[in-house]
């Protein structure tokens, strides 16, 4: 068992507050903050009060790093390959989001009461989040991130509380985390105003044009060398492109660094992974990003730019850390980065997106009818994946601003809502497990797409759903009525 700090205390004191309150409360608490030991004390608490809890988390690493810390007695697992630690009746249900989506028409009931859901930033718009927080929608929602925010740096919508207590600075200050040594080499300073902004950031192409230079990549390695030859360090390169041009950079001038990206075999990139904690220079692209924890990092060279000041924050936290031979880390930024986001021991401090009462904060499905928040980026009911609105292409589905079809769109919400309870009564009450309510109102909807699901068709299967209990009818007769 842990030893909680004194910092730790006091966010979970008043996540306890806020939850006497609050359904959905969002945490931020910086990398390194030990925001896995929180939730740790947090899952105990519950536990002893008799609570059932979903930990969520999105990488294989999370699932056994999260597993010690929790205590493997207590906790069962959904994960691929790991189905001999599956039990639906522990109290802590270690949850490998992807393995629950892929195999949620499958898993054996079970019951939760709080769902906290790890760098809660990577998924909370994507439809596997959705439709598991639609199945368990009783269930309070605790969101966990160093960056509780979205690509224009507002806090994630959808939530009712937000608490920041501890940042950055604070930590440093605390021995916690490493002092920032930075620096900005005129050398690679770079004119970006006129590279296409698309979905918020840079676009990938336009970036490589620029940055794909023998010259530029030239810079970057004299600049590493000049500053941090001797040290640990991560570099982030703009595409598996700019990555390859940089490892043989290093490579000609006599250094041993370790590649990885996405475009790497399967073994290629497991032996990679294996590399990870004794290699001395590793070039990244998009991989090691949020989550990554190699604390002996005494460098992050930042070779690519970014307006997101989400992804920014994620890479450069990757060398905050501290250790026992360890207390300072060096930042070389060739991309920018601290001329559009601040230095990495800023104070942040971030604000809900501010509500426009002339435009809704639904959308509606164009396939399915289904009604989604705005930020959703997947329809939890049939999958289809919303384009994103940016600078240069509208988004696919209708924009609703007019007052009466705000107001549309909210009864159709109130309707969705109480159907999904009705359906979760039904289902109770004939012995399936609770998910199967959710199912049935996906199939409703995917079968209704030719009547257009508004106001007429939920009130309609509301009363089917009167007469499916008053005949006794099986449950599948509401789909084929």
Same mark, same amino acid.
């Given at each position: 068992?842990?030893?909680?700090?004194?910092?730790?205390?006091?966010?979970?004191?008043?996540?306890?507050?806020?939850?006497?309150?609050?359904?959905?409360?969002?945490?931020?608490?910086?990398?390194? #903050?030990?925001?896995?030991?929180?939730?740790?004390?947090?899952?105990?608490?519950?536990?002893?009060?008799?609570?059932?809890?979903?930990?969520?988390?999105?990488?294989?690493?999370?699932?056994?790093? #999260? %597993?010690?810390?929790?205590?493997?007695?207590?906790?069962?697992?959904?994960?691929?390959?790991? @189905?001999?630690?599956?039990?639906?009746?522990?109290?802590?249900?270690?949850?490998?989001?992807?393995?629950?989506?892929?195999?949620?028409?499958?898993?054996?009931?079970?019951?939760?009461?709080?769902?906290?859901?790890?760098?809660?930033?990577?998924?909370?718009?994507?439809?596997?989040?959705?439709?598991? =927080?639609?199945?368990?929608?009783?269930?309070?929602?605790?969101?966990?991130?160093?960056?509780?925010?979205?690509?224009?740096?507002?806090?994630?919508?959808?939530?009712?509380?937000?608490?920041?207590?501890?940042?950055?600075?604070?930590?440093?200050?605390?021995?916690?985390?490493?002092?920032?040594?930075?620096?900005?080499?005129?050398?690679?300073?770079?004119d970006l105003s006129d590279v296409k902004v698309n979905?918020?950031?840079?676009?990938?192409?336009?970036?490589?044009?620029?940055?794909?230079?023998?010259?530029?990549?030239?810079?970057?390695?004299?600049?590493? @060398?000049?500053?941090?030859?001797?040290?640990?360090?991560?570099?982030?390169?703009?595409?598996?492109?700019?990555?390859?041009?940089?490892?043989?950079?290093?490579?000609?001038?006599?250094?041993?660094?370790?590649?990885?990206?996405?475009?790497?075999?399967?073994?290629?990139?497991?032996?990679? %992974?294996?590399?990870?904690?004794?290699?001395?220079?590793?070039?990244?692209?998009?991989?090691?990003?949020?989550?990554?924890?190699?604390?002996?990092?005494?460098?992050?060279?930042?070779?690519?730019?970014?307006?997101?000041?989400?992804?920014?924050?994620?890479? =450069?936290?990757?060398?905050?850390?501290?250790?026992?031979?360890?207390?300072?880390?060096?930042?070389?930024?060739?991309?920018?980065?601290?001329?559009?986001?601040?230095?990495?021991?800023?104070?942040?401090?971030?604000?809900?997106?501010?509500?426009?009462?002339?435009?809704?904060?639904?959308?509606?499905?164009?396939n399915c009818g289904n009604i989604e928040l705005e #930020?959703?980026?997947?329809? #939890?009911?049939?999958?289809?994946?919303?384009?994103?609105?940016?600078?240069?292409?509208?988004?696919?589905?209708?924009?609703?601003?007019?007052?009466?079809?705000?107001?549309?769109?909210?009864?159709?919400?109130?309707?969705?809502?109480?159907l999904m309870l009705e359906l979760r009564k039904l289902?109770?009450?004939?012995?399936?497990?609770?998910?199967?309510?959710?199912?049935?109102?996906?199939?409703?909807?995917?079968?209704?797409?030719?009547?257009?699901?508004?106001?007429?068709?939920?009130?309609?299967?509301?009363?089917?759903?009167?007469?499916?209990? @008053?005949?006794?009818?099986?449950?599948?007769?509401?789909?084929?009525?």
């Amino acid at each position: 068992m842990y030893e909680l700090r004194q910092y730790q205390k006091d966010i979970l004191n008043k996540l306890w507050l806020s939850l006497k309150q609050h359904n959905k409360v969002l945490v931020s608490a910086p990398t390194g #903050s030990g925001k896995t030991v929180m939730a740790s004390a947090l899952i105990d608490e519950l536990v002893k009060r008799g609570h059932k809890v979903a930990f969520i988390v999105d990488r294989v690493e999370l699932v056994k790093q #999260s %597993r010690d810390t929790f205590g493997a007695e207590k906790v069962s697992i959904i994960k691929a390959e790991m @189905e001999k630690d599956y039990n639906p009746d522990k109290p802590i249900q270690l949850i490998m989001i992807q393995t629950f989506y892929a195999r949620r028409d499958t898993l054996p009931d079970f019951e939760i009461d709080y769902i906290l859901i790890d760098e809660v930033h990577q998924n909370w718009n994507g439809g596997r989040i959705r439709e598991f =927080l639609r199945i368990y929608d009783n269930a309070k929602v605790i969101g966990l991130s160093a960056t509780p925010i979205d690509e224009r740096g507002y806090l994630l919508e959808g939530f009712e509380d937000y608490i920041d207590l501890i940042q950055i600075p604070d930590l440093i200050k605390l021995g916690y985390l490493a002092k920032p040594i930075c620096y900005m080499p005129e050398s690679c300073v770079y004119d970006l105003s006129d590279v296409k902004v698309n979905r918020f950031d840079y676009d990938i192409q336009e970036l490589d044009d620029l940055l794909c230079d023998l010259d530029k990549v030239g810079n970057i390695v004299k600049e590493w @060398e000049k500053l941090a030859r001797d040290k640990k360090t991560i570099v982030f390169a703009n595409s598996i492109r700019h990555a390859e041009m940089l490892n043989d950079e290093f490579l000609q001038r006599g250094y041993e660094p370790l590649l990885i990206h996405s475009k790497l075999s399967e073994s290629e990139l497991k032996n990679a %992974r294996k590399e990870l904690r004794s290699a001395d220079i590793i070039i990244n692209c998009a991989i090691l990003t949020a989550g990554f924890d190699k604390p002996d990092i005494e460098c992050v060279v930042m070779a690519t730019c970014t307006k997101v000041l989400r992804k920014a924050i994620q890479c =450069l936290g990757r060398g905050l850390r501290v250790t026992p031979t360890k207390k300072e880390c060096i930042f070389i930024d060739c991309g920018n980065i601290f001329n559009t986001h601040g230095l990495p021991q800023d104070y942040r401090y971030y604000k809900f997106k501010p509500k426009n009462f002339n435009k809704s904060e639904y959308k509606e499905c164009p396939n399915c009818g289904n009604i989604e928040l705005e #930020s959703a980026k997947v329809c #939890s009911v049939c999958g289809y994946e919303f384009a994103e609105e940016d600078e240069e292409k509208e988004c696919d589905y209708k924009k609703v601003t007019g007052k009466k079809q705000i107001e549309r769109l909210i009864k159709i919400k109130s309707m969705q809502d109480e159907l999904m309870l009705e359906l979760r009564k039904l289902v109770l009450e004939r012995g399936y497990k609770r998910g199967y309510a959710f199912y049935m109102f996906r199939d409703l909807l995917k079968n209704a797409k030719a009547q257009r699901t508004g106001l007429v068709f939920y009130k309609k299967i509301m009363k089917r759903i009167d007469r499916c209990r @008053e005949k006794g009818y099986k449950i599948q007769w509401l789909k084929y009525q």
